[in-house]
């Protein structure tokens, strides 16, 4: 068996491939042979310590495999089940033991590639447009990194709610994508002011909500391009970690909402972990969500995953195969 190990927070030096054996399986595990493992930015903020895992540790939260043993508690019927699990720690591995609470099966029709591209961005988008706030048909959106891995399941997931989305990317490449993809306007942030834009595009008006999880870089503008009473959900902090602010903001640039979520919170119950992955799955065997780009690297290369996540280059998803 294969795993990568950090023993220190750092660059992608601190990524180690090691030969390893696994534990014995506990009574109520199964244990699972990867086949794709999915990278997300998370990953990136374990591995240089943004967020602190104990040391050392294998990274990764998401995959997609077949068990291939079950502990004694458990009924033989698991073997041979293709899964897959997100928010489970030390993903980056061949293998993988964990209780079977957070397993979904992988419906026919969706590789282990799709199922690890799909389900922890596509859940994320899930809970995030139809969870985190109330849009009806023709309400205006800002969604920032609308090129990435969540980013472009939220545009899609936008569209077919009929709303009108203002996209922010950094790349020709991306632009490109976001078009084909139905985004009504594209603001490219790294030459154009992305607060006036968006004052111009929406005649003054400001948009409804704001996707954001880029975070030192957009969240006091993303602010000022609400509505009054408009909402900014801030999900994440790919440029860095948002300074503390001051509350009054929030009544100063029109009585905004504000959340900061999380997908654990919203995957909390057996039922909504089988709803949101069943809607998903759904949505991408009946074409609803298009087969967005998966771009893979082995195991071994995860270093080079987290570079290519970090230069802001990667288009879509990015999996690493054992
Ligand atoms: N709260 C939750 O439940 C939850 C769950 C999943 C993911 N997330 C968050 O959602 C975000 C997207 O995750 P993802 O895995 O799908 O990644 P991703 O969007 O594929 O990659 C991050 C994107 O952020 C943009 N970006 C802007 N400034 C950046 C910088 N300084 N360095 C790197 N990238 C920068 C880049 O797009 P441009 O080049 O177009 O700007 C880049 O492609 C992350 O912040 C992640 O932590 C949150």
Redesign the pocket.
């Known amino acids: 068996m294969k795993k990568i190990v950090i023993s220190s927070y750092g660059d992608i030096s601190v990524l180690k491939y090691i030969e390893f054996t696994m534990d014995k399986l506990n009574d109520d595990e199964v244990l699972i042979e990867n086949k794709a493992i999915g990278v997300?930015?998370?990953d990136i903020?374990h591995r240089k310590g943004i967020y602190k895992p104990d040391l050392p540790f294998t990274p990764g939260i998401e995959g997609a495999g077949i068990i291939i043993d079950a502990g004694k508690k458990l009924s033989s019927d698991y073997i041979g089940k293709r899964v897959c699990y997100v928010n489970t720690p030390g993903a980056y591995s061949s293998h993988i033991k964990m209780k079977t609470k957070n397993l979904i099966i992988i419906p026919d029709g969706i590789t282990f590639k799709n199922a690890a591209s799909l389900i922890?961005?596509g859940m994320?988008a899930h809970y995030l447009i139809n969870d985190t706030c109330r849009l009806k048909e023709n309400d205006t959106i800002l969604l920032?990194?609308?090129?990435?891995?969540?980013?472009l399941i939220l545009l899609q997931l936008s569209k077919l709610k009929k709303l009108n989305v203002i996209g922010?990317?950094?790349?020709a490449n991306?632009e490109d994508i976001l078009k084909q993809q139905g985004c009504d306007h594209v603001i490219r942030?790294?030459r154009q002011d992305f607060l006036s834009e968006t004052v111009r595009i929406t005649k003054q008006a400001g948009v409804d909500v704001v996707f954001d999880?880029?975070?030192a870089?957009t969240f006091f503008k993303s602010l000022k391009c609400l509505k009054p009473k408009g909402l900014l959900v801030s999900?994440?902090?790919?440029?860095?970690k948002i300074p503390p602010f001051d509350i009054l903001e929030l009544s100063k640039n029109g009585s905004l909402f504000i959340t900061r979520?999380?997908?654990d919170d919203y995957i909390r119950t057996s039922e909504e972990l089988t709803k949101r992955s069943n809607d998903i799955f759904s949505l991408f065997l009946s074409h609803g969500l298009s087969r967005i780009s998966c771009n893979e690297y082995s195991l071994q290369e995860a270093g080079l995953a987290h570079k290519k996540?970090?230069s802001?280059q990667?288009i879509g998803k990015i999996v690493l195969i054992p």
């Open positions: 997300n930015f998370i903020y922890l961005q994320t920032h990194a609308a090129g990435g891995g969540v980013g922010t990317t950094s790349s991306k942030y790294d999880s880029v975070g870089t999900f994440g902090q790919s440029a860095g979520p999380t997908l996540l970090e802001r990667n």
